[in-house]
C-alpha cells in the first residue's frame, strides 16, 4: 500500500478551529498515520489515501476557516529541517517519528 505525505497549513492564531483543536483532529484522524509538527500553522502528515480522498474531512473540520494541504513529492521539497525528517518525508512509509513535536 502506498504512502502519500502532505502538508497541512493553516492559520495558527484562528480560534475556530484553534491550534489544539486541530492538534486532536490530527492526532485522531481515522487516515493520518502519522504526523510531524515542525511550527505553528504546520503539519507534515503521511496517509495512505490519496489529496482527493482525504481532503473532503479536512474541509468539513475546518469549516469557513481557510487551510492548505498539499500533496509532497518525494525529493522536490527544501527546507531546513532535521535530516530524520526529511528521510521520514522521502519515504514511502508512515513510520511513526516518536512523539511527533
Do not use: C
Not at 479536512?58 to 527546507?79: D, M
Amino acid at each position: 500500500m502506498h504512502e502519500y505525505a502532505y502538508v497541512l497549513s493553516f492559520d495558527p492564531f484562528n480560534q475556530n478551529p484553534n491550534g489544539s483543536q486541530v492538534e486532536i483532529f490530527i492526532k485522531y484522524h481515522r487516515d493520518v498515520k502519522a504526523w510531524y509538527f515542525p511550527f505553528l500553522g504546520t503539519y507534515f502528515i503521511k496517509s495512505d489515501k490519496t489529496l482527493a480522498e482525504i481532503t473532503p474531512g479536512f474541509r468539513q473540520f475546518f469549516g469557513e476557516s481557510q487551510f492548505t494541504l498539499t500533496y509532497v513529492v518525494s525529493n522536490l521539497i527544501g527546507g531546513s529541517l532535521p535530516e530524520s525528517i526529511w528521510t521520514w518525508i522521502n519515504s514511502g512509509t508512515a513510520a511513526k517519528l516518536g512523539d511527533n513535536r
